[in-house]
């Protein structure tokens, strides 16, 4: 108003213009925010990563710079991990405050074909924390097939996933320390493939120790895993 006062105090609108400017509600006339998102919003986190990933590479900002990229995602896998988390049609999850995220690989080549942070992101965020690339988090036991099992097989340790292992008291090769499985007990003689499905700690350690831990380290660097140095601890993933 202040400003209309002095317009009208030096001439450059009438009395009759500003008493209407001044009786016309300040929202008037304004439009409302849309947001310039033009894609759905389960796919923000993996857009985000393209977009930092295509600047670590070339430099350039995607969002300042006219770009044609091209992505590996699979709009259908995508579409359904953002179900999956925010949905109860898949997973009963116990409260909205349980986290997750994930990352989906083409095992055939190694291309991301999906990827998502969290669940109940909101809609009107854009390129927010993508929980699965920015935080740091032991891998766990989602290593064993790759850091024992595998090499294992490959370097003829054992036959096949029907090879007897052995979960029983053990300490890791060297120590007195010993390897302990999450419900403190032991199964005795079991199948590789039962203890990969039941997660058991003991057998992927002896499996560790069997492989050796040069050969382990070899296998991972094939599949482009580097160890700065590798221990028998991350036969189970405890870095």
Request: charged residues 20%; hydrophobic residues 30%; without cysteine.
């Amino acid at each position: 108003n202040l400003v209309l006062s002095e317009m009208k105090n030096q001439g450059y609108i009438s009395a009759e213009q500003y008493e209407k400017a001044v009786n016309t509600p300040i929202t008037d006339g304004l439009q409302s925010l849309k947001s310039a998102s033009n894609y759905p919003a389960y796919m923000d986190n993996y857009l985000k990563e393209v977009i930092n990933q295509v600047e670590e590479e070339t430099g350039y900002n995607l969002l300042t710079t006219g770009m044609d990229v091209y992505t590996n995602v699979d709009q259908e896998a995508q579409k359904h991990l953002w179900d999956i988390y925010n949905t109860d049609e898949y997973v009963a999850y116990p409260d909205d405050e349980l986290q997750v995220a994930s990352t989906i690989v083409d095992v055939s080549n190694g291309k991301v074909i999906a990827q998502l942070g969290a669940r109940h992101q909101s809609s009107n965020v854009s390129f927010g924390i993508n929980q699965a690339v920015e935080t740091n988090r032991d891998w766990g036991s989602t290593m064993k097939p790759i850091t024992d099992y595998a090499p294992a097989l490959e370097y003829g340790v054992y036959d096949s996933t029907a090879t007897i292992v052995h979960d029983e008291p053990y300490n890791y090769p060297g120590t007195d320390i010993p390897v302990y499985n999450w419900d403190r007990g032991y199964f005795g003689n079991i199948t590789l493939q039962y203890a990969l499905q039941q997660s058991r700690n003991v057998p992927a350690v002896e499996t560790l120790n069997k492989v050796g831990l040069n050969r382990a380290k070899t296998f991972l660097n094939g599949l482009g895993i580097d160890y700065p140095s590798i221990h028998y601890s991350n036969a189970i993933s405890s870095n």
